[in-house]
């Protein structure tokens, strides 16, 4: 069973840093392009970003480009977030999912930027 | 940027045929998925390739597109079925995604 789990959510100060990991399995992780996708408290959903299974593309929505990296370990099955410069409109919870089509979510991992 | 966009809500009674409409400039060359999010919980992925159904998802949930629109209809839409539902798709380079507005579904 396909199983996407993400971790490393909290509570930051506008300006700070936090990386959030996803842990996959129950399919072939190297074989997936895997994407970030959030939801601001009450709002709809907001692609983030997504990364080719060997790492080569990446792609961001304009608002996070030049402070979040997306980046993955495909020996740990792991998808990452990199989020610096950290903004009170960045507060959201943050979903991870497999390929562009988004087939398979996780539960999303809360990250409020506040002081 | 690019931008889809969906009516804000749709109401219909049990069994009747709820329409989801999605506009944007490059539906005609690029495929529509959509997602239905009940509250408090993960997106589920309804249709994907503008018209198909993934495995598990109910036959009422059905798929079209033509020209800059794509729909969700759910036939005799059940009181289970009440939820937001997301469009989906890329920008004409293929590389950026974005969400729609996002519709609420009511049945009652």
């Known amino acids: 069973e396909e199983q996407l789990v993400e971790s490393g959510g909290g509570l930051v100060q506008p300006g700070g840093s936090l990386r959030l990991s996803c842990a996959a399995s129950g399919f072939t992780f190297s074989s997936s392009w895997m994407s970030w996708v959030r939801q601001a408290p009450g709002k709809g959903l907001e692609w983030v970003a997504n990364i080719k299974q060997d790492g080569s593309e990446k792609y961001y929505v304009d608002s996070v480009k030049g402070r979040f990296t997306i980046s993955r370990d495909n020996a740990k099955d792991s998808l990452y977030l990199q989020m610096n410069s950290l903004r009170a409109e960045d507060t959201a919870v943050y979903y991870c999912?497999?390929?562009?089509?988004?087939?398979?979510w996780g539960q999303g991992t809360l990250v409020t930027v506040s002081s | 940027s690019y931008e889809l966009t969906q009516p804000p809500s749709v109401s219909v009674s049990p069994g009747q045929t709820a329409r989801i409409t999605c506009s944007g400039d490059?539906?005609?060359?690029?495929?529509a998925y959509w997602y239905q999010q009940k509250s408090g919980q993960a997106p589920v992925l309804v249709i994907y390739?503008?018209?198909k159904r993934p495995s598990g998802i109910p036959e009422r949930f059905s798929g079209s597109s033509s020209g800059t629109m794509a729909t969700l209809t759910i036939s005799g839409a059940q009181v289970e079925d009440e939820a937001d539902y997301y469009c989906?798709?890329?920008?004409?380079?293929?590389?950026?995604?974005?969400f729609g507005t996002g519709t609420k579904v009511t049945v009652l």
């Open positions: 999912a497999r390929a562009r089509l988004l087939d398979y």
């Open positions: 390739d503008d018209i």
């Open positions: 490059a539906l005609p060359k690029k495929y």
């Open positions: 989906y798709s890329t920008d004409s380079s293929g590389n950026y995604y974005v």
